[in-house]
């Protein structure tokens, strides 16, 4: 993987998770990969975290996106400070999602 920039742990091990999940090939594949990986909880806290990230970066504020996804208001404010101090991964998925619609 020839990803330049901030890097955290050990290496091999990073690089080795990500290229695992850039093989999965279809919804399915990475339901059942996600759902072995990450607990259920884990799972839906990153679900939730994505929504309230897509949410932000359609303008909508903080307490409809409380409402619309039960998010706290702390975790709504942590996507928000990611998204305003983002390597560009949101952005460049909303985008290709953008583009398939």
């Known amino acids: 993987m020839a990803v330049q920039g901030k890097r ?3 290496k091999q091990k990073n690089d080795d998770f990500y290229r695992a999940i850039l ?3 279809n919804e399915e594949e990475c339901y059942s ?3 072995d990986v990450c607990t259920i909880n884990e799972l839906r806290a990153m679900e939730q975290r994505f929504e309230v990230a897509r949410l932000l970066t359609k303008g909508m504020v903080y307490n409809d996106i409380l409402e619309r996804t039960g998010a706290s208001s702390a975790t709504i404010s ?8 983002s390597s560009g991964g949101y952005e460049c998925v909303f985008g290709r999602m953008e583009d398939d619609e």
């Open 33 to 35: 990969f996600f759902r």
């Open 8 to 10: 955290f742990g050990k």
């Open 23 to 25: 093989l999965l090939r």
């Open 78 to 85: 942590r996507v928000a400070r990611s998204l305003n101090d």
